[in-house]
């Protein structure tokens, strides 16, 4: 095997001999400076047949092959030979061959991925060139500089770099990667940057917190010699402890006069959130009526003109209200919208708000799941809902759902039966009972929601006539 | 004032952001400078450029803008009331800085953090032109996390989101009480917010338009946020509660717990002992049995009376040993769900058993070779040739787990 190139030129070989039926036993295989056995490399026949490997092998064995043990390539061929008769040994993780030649890929891409991390380079050009340059020396445990090479030309397309190592060493100039062995370790120029860095390594670090372990598992010695930064290793640690002690010790001090300075710019800021204080129930904000506030984003308030003659009341906002800070924006709001729409109700026109002014829900894995509130949540927001009932003093409230009906009229029986008509309040104020949209959304059997579809949407004309309005929709 | 040279800001900008727990440098968009027009390559994972010997590891330069800052959080060393040394960087310090040592393989990007000086939206602005700066003349396709202000107007955050692969907001204390008491110019539902707000702006940048354009990406990396482990009276079911919530309403990327500890100068209304660092281990630990192993909340924190997790042993652990009964679990025939609760055996471990029990029986010694704990596992399996005997129900199991007791020292 050539010491550039290995992955293609294992592949072609291992490709041929398996046409060939050669079993591992027969091959002998080395490196380039591998004296070659007289008996070895069997006589390579011309006819052949097709074979095919699984696509995972391929991958696995472009890693193996820069691991730096010699019997990497016998392993390859043996495993190879195994599996063209048990493909789905690729699967099997308890096989003791697959799991040393993970193993050994695990070292590789390990080791890559260190060289991707620890490479430093310093700058051998002129910093005000068009196309700076930079070298570095660096110790890989494997031959990582082939396959790690790419990384680096992805990376710093606009300059020209070369690393180099004991064993193969790689340039990259005008966009071009070219590999050179037998190159000798450079004697590379000092870098100011060098400094700043150390400064920067040193001052990150807690003294608070000593995890020797965890950075060395990460971060081995064999790797320091060549990493600017390790130096100041030692006296960092060695210095710790006292510097934690000092500042757990030292008694606070007394602020300074800024203090007075700050809390003066402060009060002069107003937040580009905040909304106007003409907003009905402003207050509603800060409300902790109940515990709900906790979990919810924040009170979402209701939205409309103040001068409606229709009010809408759901039940709660849901996830996406919660995070707009709006009304009706999620899924059962657009499917409102739709029927408004089709109906002739303009939104615009309408206040629309909930029974309940914080999102209720538990959260589970990745979503938050609805929960409908309790008798007593309901309770303390009616204050809101009765404050939002007075500024806008509608001459229809639309109640969408157990929760708001029950809510506006304090009588909590089913829905089924007081749906499409109207009650009124202790304060005279007349109230529509209908389904809430996401019933319509939730429900599965065909004939209940045609139905409930039906309904909704005649209760919503109903609605509109009774508050004066003409329905563009015919029952 | 002093006039501070680069290398002294840097020491002392560098000091005043080491309290973020934060370095992560993975999962934004793809992209690289193949091209030779740009400098900078982002490919999905992170790396870890060094590693400090407080164990953390370093990807990104970590500094302020400035650790000037108009807020008086207890926890913070650079409140307005602490007397630490102040600096400043400008503009073209932080870009140099950010792309001499990007050159030279130092850091995967930048994590730009600031104190808040005049006011939210100046300091937001400053930050979003450095991060312009980098992104339209410099040609930067690294990494950049910025950390952002909650109160700073919607239209900087949403200029940040698109310059920069992560945003975070750091809501360091798990109770609205917490943060009245030792954060009181911060307002928690503001906070909320503004990381509802980054969400929902990330959603809207994944709908594609009526023509099938798709909008630039709005913080590819999402947003992450940190905690402050034992500043405050809170127990960890307490902080799970609340990351559980942020993940669930928020999309969080990450919720990082950092163990309160001391800090230069730090105000007398703060605890003077530090919690154990284990602590903030076990937590990341039940985070992630939340998160990747299908545990509930619930089931987790009420396996100790008072609400915290147990030190000696890890969260897993401790719940089979409360769960002895539903255990040995069979390897040969246990669901993916079971396979994840026994202790020792991690989301890899779990798939390469499936993967290959469907070929022929597991053993023993194949989840040695799988990566599986075996010494952990062992009381809580049986496999092709092994069997836990007894050992599962003995009373003395948690012994076998915890360190053996340490006699305390006289002095």
Redesign the interface.
Known sequence: MPRIGVAEAWRTAARQYLQQNVPPEQLTWGGADTPRDLFSAPQIKTETHEISVPRSFVSLANSVVWHSDPSRFAKLYAFLWRLRDHP?LM????D?EL?ALRRMEKNVHRCQ?KM????????IGDPAAKR?S?A?WFEPSHHTIEPTAQ?F???????DWRIYTPDISVIFES?KLTFHENCPRPDLPE?A?????V?????????????????QS??PKKYWKN?P?AAA?PD??SG?PAR?RA??K?A??L??P??KQ??Q??A??T???TQDSAHLVSEL??CTRCPLH??A??AVHGEGPLDANLMIVGEQPG?QE????RPFVGPAGQLFDEFARKVGIDRKQVFMTNAVKHFK?V??????IHQSPNKQEIKHCRFWLDEEIRHVAPKLVVAMGATAAFALTNVQTTLNTRRGKIEMRADGVSVLVTYHPSYLLREKDPEKLKAARLGFQSDLMYALKCVGGTSVATY | MVQYS??QK???L??A???DASCASSGSTKR??????????N?GSG????????????SL???LMTNF????CTYCVNR????VQRARFSVDEVVK?TI??Y????IEGLFLSSGVI????ATMSDMVRIARRLRKEE?FRGYIHLKTIP?A??ELIEEAGLLADRLSINIELP??AAVAQHAP?KNP??I??????V??RKQEAKDRSFTGKRPPRFAPAGQSTQLIVGADGSNDATILGQS??L?????LKRVYYS?F????????KLP?I?PP?QREHRLYQADWL??FYGF??QEITSVTPDGNLDLEIDPKLAWALKHQGLFPVDVKTASRETLLRVPGFGTKTVS??L??R???T??Y???L??GGSMKKARAFVTAGGWSPGALTDSADLRARFTPPPEQLSLL
């Open positions: 789905y699967s099997d993780r308890g003791t799991a991925h991707k991390a620890f490479v430093r380079f310093r700058e700076r930079f570095a990384f030309a992805r990376r710093f397309g606009d300059m966009k870098d940057s060098e400094q700043l860095w400064t920067y390594f040193q001052n990150i670090f807690n003294p608070a917190r000593l995890k020797i372990k965890a950075m990460e971060m990493m930064e290793i960092m640690i710790a934690a500042m757990a030292a606070p001090t602020p300074l800024r203090v700050a809390q710019q402060q002069r800021f937040s580009s959130w904000s800060s906790c979990a984003t924040q996830d919660d995070l707009a800070g829900y959260a589970r894995g990745k979503r938050r | 680069t290398q840097l020491a002392i560098s000091d952001a080491k309290y690289d400078s193949r091209s030779g027009k740009s400098v900078g390559s490919e790396i870890c450029h060094a590693y400090a010997p407080d164990g953390r590891c370093i330069l970590k500094i800052c108009i807020y008086d307005v009331s602490s007397n800085l001499d040592f050159r030279r393989n130092y005049k006011s939210p939206d040609n109160d107007a919607p109770t609205d110019e539902v503001q909320r917010k503004a990381m509802a707000d969400r929902l559980t919530r993940y669930s309403g928020y999309k163990a500890s001391p800090i230069p100068d730090s105000s007398a003077l530090s660092l939340l998160r509930d909340l390469r058993i993967s290959t469907r070929h022929r597991v053993r010694e194949d989840i070779r799988m």
